[in-house]
């Protein structure tokens, strides 16, 4: 059995992101080595670099979102990046979307510990809790699917002119090539690369903002939202 790698320190510049938040990132980073490696949700060679690789990295999506929304992040795993934006903007209400159960687990107990009243654990996937849950400015995710799988997704959860945010790598050119005709069935109206993080994190945290027009999920999925929304409401006068 190998060893537990270890912990680094917290680097200075996560004092200047997180401010009065900063000892809660400094715990959630603790719980992602200890209890996030021991129930399988963080791998642990990740560990020696979760502050620059997942935690800062997650917390510059922040510079993207606009202020006072709400927030739907889908595949929300061990809570990357729904918890690190939550420490960095209190001004957002945020739904941790996550279908399997030991990752809502610790989503759950990560939120009550850190006393994050502003975020919602939902377990589900995200063609489940389509009209069930209210549709959001904003949706997130990261190394959930490629981005015309990751659209079907998450677009549906968007209210009409919202946009989502996916955190990509290298391969954020050509996904967003190959998905535009699948975006486009899906009622996108805009699309861009965004680098963001400077003087954060190297290299800068690469965003595929997709923006969605009057039908989020295009024709299709319009009359899959008003079906599950009429289902919603006679089952609440039962």
């Known amino acids: 059995m190998t060893e537990a790698a270890e912990l680094p ?18 715990r959630y980073a603790e719980l992602l080595a200890e209890t996030g490696v ?8 990740e560990v020696p670099r979760l502050w620059e690789r997942h935690i800062l990295n ?8 606009p202020e006072g929304v709400t927030v739907c992040d889908v595949g929300s795993g061990a809570g990357l990046p729904g918890i690190p934006l939550a420490l960095v903007r209190e001004d957002l209400k945020i739904t941790l979307l996550e279908p399997l159960l030991r990752r809502t687990n610790f989503l759950s107990e990560v939120v009550e510990l850190l006393g994050l009243d502003h975020v919602t654990v939902v377990r589900g996937r995200a063609e489940e809790v389509m009209g069930k849950l209210p549709p959001v400015h904003v949706v997130t995710a990261r190394a959930v699917a490629p981005l015309d799988r990751l659209a079907t997704w998450g677009i549906p ?5 919202g946009e989502m945010l996916a955190l990509k ?8 090539k190959s998905a535009g005709a699948a975006l486009s069935k899906l009622g996108a109206v805009g699309t861009s690369i965004l680098h963001v993080g400077e003087d954060v994190v190297d290299p800068l945290s690469t965003v595929v903002r997709v923006e969605v027009g009057e039908s ?6 319009a009359a899959k939202r008003a079906k599950a929304a009429r289902t919603g409401r006679t089952r609440r006068r039962r």
Request: with cysteine.
């Open 157 to 161: 959860l968007l209210r009409p002119y």
């Open 169 to 176: 790598g290298d391969t954020a050119e050509e996904e967003l």
């Open 58 to 65: 997650c917390a510059v999506l922040s510079e993207v979102v």
């Open 216 to 221: 989020p999920g295009g024709v299709r999925f």
């Open 38 to 45: 021991q129930r399988g949700l963080i791998g642990p060679r």
């Open 9 to 26: 320190p917290a680097p200075e510049v996560a004092r200047e992101v997180f401010g009065d938040r900063f000892a809660d990132a400094v």
